[in-house]
Nanobody, 124 residues
Framework: QVQLVESGGGLVQAGGSLRLSCAAS????????MGWFRQAPGKEREFVAA???????YYADSVKGRLTISRDNAKSAVYLQINTLKAEDTAVYYC??????????????????WGQGTQVTVSS
């Protein structure tokens, strides 16, 4: 069982940066691929980025180069750095855990555990 708690969301001006955090509980954190998804108003939840325990990453094409996922296995935490924020980044961001590779998490969207989400609002 893994519990995920996101933090770091808020209201940010366009062009700014934000770092989201996800704290995970559970002794087997290292064995899970961790990812971030987001859901904008009126849209379906979409994959953003994922990272495996060994540091392998996988990104959605739409965010490559602007968002960076990282993890600290010792702290059971995963992070999402968002730079040059745009209005279209406004969404609820969800942390996710899956017993898979980072790419599989991104391509299949099969998630074993979800966090409750954190709101990011970008003002222009």
């Amino acid at each position: 069982q893994v519990q995920l708690v996101e933090s770091g969301g808020g209201l940010v001006q366009a062009g700014g940066s934000l770092r989201l955090s996800c704290a995970a509980s559970g002794r087997t954190f290292y064995s899970y691929a961790m990812g971030w998804f987001r859901q904008a108003p009126g849209k379906e939840r979409e994959f953003v980025a994922a990272i495996r325990y060994n540091g392998d990453t996988y990104y959605a094409d739409s965010v490559k180069g602007r968002l960076t996922i990282s993890r600290d296995n010792a702290k059971s935490a995963v992070y999402l750095q968002i730079n040059t924020l745009k209005a279209e980044d406004t969404a609820v961001y969800y942390c996710a855990a899956a017993w898979s590779t980072a790419q599989a998490l991104g391509t299949t969207g099969q998630v074993h555990y979800w966090g409750q989400g954190t709101q990011v609002t970008v003002s222009s």
